[in-house]
């Protein structure tokens, strides 16, 4: 046995120790929880008069830990970046095209499905405050529109990195981090909101999360819509 293949082997298990370490630990801490416990509810409960909301859910992911929100959206910023830097193909500019299929079907249903989309996404935003819905779900309905349209070939995948689709991008974690550093500096805690602005700022990051979202899925999509297909290319008897 070579000592290249000893190295694999020793990697691969210090990878499946770790894992099955991490596993049983998540294991052990489910199952010490008490089958009555009600965990942090009353917590929850009593702090949300100051939290600017009135669903506990988005009070918890957008002021009680917010930062675990603000870690999720820069991981996925990560991911968009990491997937930027696999492309070496030439930066193209975004632009919009007529449906690939001249089907009026086609036409009519896109023309009546993106902007109810667009509609939904955005009542999403609203109602979090009071109800189930939020960036997320938002985000994720603007990226199946993207997706729409870059399927349909109305937007030629992959498209640009441009400034506009850069800032869409960045803008729902810069602006949570620059509330983040805000809070810091003028309250001493991180995401402590004023109780006064609390709504109104939950409101403007979630407006921006969820275009970020979007986005994100859009361009991680049409990165692999956008990569040709090189076995259609190869001659049958070519083909593994």
């Not at 489910?30 to 965990?39: C, Q």
């Not at 909101?193 to 939950?202: A, F, N, R, T, V």
């Not at 970020?212 to 361009?219: C, K, N, R, W």
């Given at each position: 046995m ?88 030439p930066?193209r ?45 938002s ?57 006064e ?5 939950i ?28 076995d ?9």
């Amino acid at each position: 046995m070579t000592a290249g293949v000893v190295r694999m082997w020793l990697r691969h298990g210090i990878v499946i120790v770790a894992l099955a370490s991490l596993s049983f630990a998540l294991i052990v801490a489910v199952l010490t929880i008490r089958p009555d416990s009600r965990g942090l509810t009353g917590d929850v409960t009593r702090a949300m008069p100051s939290s600017g909301v009135l669903h506990p859910l988005t009070a918890v992911l957008l002021n009680f830990r917010g930062y675990d929100t603000l870690l999720e959206i820069g991981v996925l910023l990560v991911a968009v970046i990491a997937v930027w830097s696999l492309d070496q193909t030439p930066r193209r500019r975004f632009q919009w095209h007529p449906p690939a299929h001249s089907n009026p079907v086609l036409r009519v249903g896109l023309g009546m499905l993106i902007p109810v989309m667009v509609l939904v996404a955005g009542y999403m935003v609203w109602v979090g405050a009071y109800r189930p819905g939020g960036a997320f779900q938002s985000g994720a309905i603007l990226g199946a529109a993207a997706v729409t349209l870059i399927s349909s070939g109305m937007i030629v995948a992959p498209f640009a990195r441009n400034r506009g689709v850069r800032v869409l991008l960045a803008s729902g974690f810069m602006f949570f981090m620059a509330v983040a550093s805000a809070t810091v500096v003028f309250k001493g805690r991180l995401l402590w909101y004023p109780i006064e602005w609390s709504g109104s700022l939950i409101l403007m990051i979630e407006t921006l999360l969820s275009l970020s979202i979007g986005i994100s899925l859009a361009v991680l999509f049409a990165a692999v819509a956008g990569v040709p297909d090189t076995d259609s290319d190869q001659p049958e008897g070519t083909r593994s």
